[in-house]
């Protein structure tokens, strides 16, 4: 079993920043490849970022791609997105997924995920 917890959202301006945690436990953190959705009022679930097992791979989607960053510490056991030039569009619940799948290098979609955190939300104001 893996819980992951998510925290670090909260309200900011269009053109600021904000970085999201998320904290797992349970299980050998540096065995998953992580991921970051985050779903909008009204709309599905999207996939946000992706990174490997050791941090050394990242993916993106087309839209967050030169404003957020993941990244990961495996000592810590904590998976980060730092968010950076945020705009309107990007206010959404976000959720941290851990792979424990071992075939899995970068997920970028959600049925590759096993477990998933219960969200932390984002609002950029403009």
């Known amino acids: 079993q893996v819980q992951l917890v998510e925290s670090g959202g909260g309200l900011v301006q269009a053109g600021g920043s904000l970085r999201l945690s998320c904290a797992a436990s349970?299980?050998?953190?540096?065995?998953?490849?992580m991921g970051w959705f985050r779903q909008a009022p009204g709309k599905e679930r999207e996939f946000v970022a992706a990174?490997?097992?050791?941090?050394?791979?990242?993916a993106y989607a087309d839209s967050v791609k030169g404003r957020f960053t993941i990244s990961r510490d495996n000592a810590k056991n904590t998976l980060y997105l730092s968010m950076n030039s945020a705009k309107p569009e990007d206010t959404a619940a976000y959720y941290c997924?851990?792979?424990?799948?071992?075939?899995?290098?970068?997920?970028?979609?959600?049925?590759?995920?096993?477990?998933w955190g219960q969200g932390t939300r984002v609002t950029v104001s403009s």
């Open positions: 990174i490997s097992r050791s941090g050394g791979s990242t």
């Open positions: 349970g299980r050998t953190f540096s065995n998953y490849a």
């Open positions: 997924a851990a792979s424990t799948s071992t075939w899995v290098i970068i997920g970028t979609r959600e049925f590759l995920y096993d477990y």
